[in-house]
């Protein structure tokens, strides 16, 4: 029974290692401009469950780099990220949603994806949630509450929270 243990592990483990080794070249091909290469990349550890490699290749549909530009393809990576709990795929999504770019319009879903992105402590989503109440789209317009949310971003070091919650402190 222990040596099944072991034999398990090793493979979840070389699997891991394999997957963390597409999306590091990935990363590479990505930031030398080989964005082709970035894509396949990125689309090998999407297919195989990796929502880093979605929420990325998501990325790359949506701003037409090593790829076709197109919004839907790129909501439906960003969705296939959330199904994963990834906090920059709901963050990504949660901007869809708010622009109406490949997805209908709708700023309460946009508002219930950048809460789960902050709540996962990706600090855009912070930042986005804090917009959203200051312009009172897709929830009450709350004053506080954007202050509370533009504070967790600039606590995660995001310039442009501090830079909002400096200008809402005025």
Known sequence: MKTVLKCLLGIALFGSLALAGDIIEAYKAYEKGNYQEAVELYKEACD??????????????????????????????????????DAKGYNNLGAAYSKGKGITQDYFKAVELYKKACDGRDANGCNNLGSMYINGQGAKKDRKRALEYYGKACDMKLQNGCENYAKLKK
């Open 48 to 85: 195989e469950g990796d929502t880093f490699g979605c929420n990325n290749l998501g990325y790359m549909y949506e701003n037409g780099q090593g790829v076709k530009r197109d919004y839907l393809k790129a909501a439906e990576l960003y969705k296939k990220a959330c199904d994963g709990r």
